[in-house]
């Protein structure tokens, strides 16, 4: 392994430990204001990590930063660690396997359409 290759993992290393706990954090925060009827604490970090995510692409596409480290430090392994999608598929399944299809749906609504809106108001507002 190339020291460029180890100083690569170790940034994602980085990136994710902080990021998985600042998930726990941001989710558990989340749920005590709002409770758990629906996971508004994956809601969150999702919507949170699909705009910041968007935000770091576009500024790397316009020469602000960087790709390297930040792709792999922030997107790889911070937002990566932070954002949800397996726990937003495992707490859906658990609303459907109890028979709460209306509460189901509209976690996945809610959890697709915020991130597509995130992600795209933070194009935008990192567009030159």
């Known amino acids: 392994m190339t020291h460029t290759t180890l100083s690569l993992y170790l940034f994602i290393a980085t990136g994710g430990a902080a990021g998985a706990c600042l998930r726990y954090f941001c989710t558990t ?5 709002f409770g758990k009827a ?3 604490g994956t ?7 699909s705009f910041l995510l968007a935000s770091l692409y576009g500024f790397i596409e316009r020469g602000e930063l960087a790709e390297q480290p930040y792709r792999a430090l922030i997107g790889v392994g ?11 598929t495992i707490e859906t399944l658990t609303l459907l396997e109890n ?6 749906l509209a976690n996945m609504l ?4 915020a991130c597509l809106l995130a992600a795209w108001l933070a194009v935008e507002l990192t567009k030159g």
């Open 29 to 33: 925060m989340v749920d005590s204001w």
């Open 99 to 104: 028979g709460l299809w209306i509460k189901a």
């Open 43 to 49: 809601l969150a970090v999702n919507v949170i990590g």
């Open 110 to 113: 809610l959890n697709v359409c």
């Open 38 to 40: 629906l996971p508004f």
């Open 78 to 88: 911070l937002l990566g660690a932070f954002t949800t999608f397996s726990t937003f």
